[in-house]
């Protein structure tokens, strides 16, 4: 059983396919994170509109079901017998990833990369590299074919 990180991006998109491949016919969970819109602006400091936030966050539920049934989708069209599931970010989404993979039980996490360089990593946050460095199990780092491409021809220069 693995659990696959799951937005909706092109790198996502990578990652389920590799993950199909690389776990072919094993149970998956393609978990999709939100996060609460109050807890969004507390993060970036607040606006100040008054805002029907239970709208807002029935909108971001709904958005993160999608994608994760989008996720399971692809996970099965590439060969993983899997599920979607949700999960509210109450402390990061990393964190939320790594609690579905504890419930579950999980042999392996499974996330794309963005390939963002160190500089712009460090100051956006890296789920991946949270999770790497945070799990209590193997993680699959799973880079999309633009980033792969570009770590290859960086690896023929050296």
């Given at each position: 059983?693995?659990?696959?990180?799951y937005?909706?991006?092109?790198?996502?998109?990578?990652?389920?396919?590799?993950?199909?491949?690389?776990?072919?016919?094993?149970?998956?969970?393609?978990?999709?994170?939100?996060?609460?819109?109050?807890?969004?602006?507390?993060?970036?400091?607040?606006?100040?509109?008054?805002?029907?936030?239970?709208?807002?966050?029935?909108?971001?539920?709904?958005?993160?079901?999608?994608?994760?049934?989008?996720?399971a989708?692809?996970?099965?069209?590439?060969?993983?017998?899997?599920?979607?599931?949700t999960?509210v970010?109450?402390?990061?989404?990393a964190?939320?990833?790594?609690?579905?993979?504890v419930?579950?039980?999980?042999?392996?996490?499974?996330?794309?990369?963005?390939?963002?360089?160190?500089?712009?990593?460090?100051?956006?946050?890296?789920?991946?590299?949270?999770?790497?460095?945070?799990?209590?199990?193997?993680?699959?780092?799973?880079?999309?074919?633009?980033?792969?491409?570009?770590?290859?021809?960086?690896?023929?220069?050296?």
């Open positions: 059983m693995i659990v696959i990180a937005d909706g991006s092109k790198d996502a998109k990578a990652a389920v396919t590799q993950a199909g491949k690389l776990f072919s016919g094993q149970r998956a969970t393609v978990v999709t994170v939100w996060q609460r819109f109050v807890d969004t602006m507390a993060r970036v400091g607040g606006i100040g509109v008054v805002l029907d936030y239970q709208e807002i966050d029935d909108a971001a539920e709904k958005n993160a079901a999608e994608r994760a049934d989008e996720g989708q692809l996970a099965k069209l590439a060969g993983l017998d899997a599920v979607a599931k999960m970010a109450e402390v990061g989404v964190d939320a990833i790594l609690e579905v993979a419930e579950l039980d999980a042999d392996a996490v499974v996330t794309g990369t963005r390939g963002f360089g160190s500089v712009k990593s460090t100051m956006l946050g890296s789920v991946s590299h949270q999770l790497t460095h945070h799990s209590d199990r193997p993680v699959v780092v799973i880079p999309s074919p633009d980033v792969a491409k570009e770590r290859r021809e960086h690896l023929a220069h050296i």
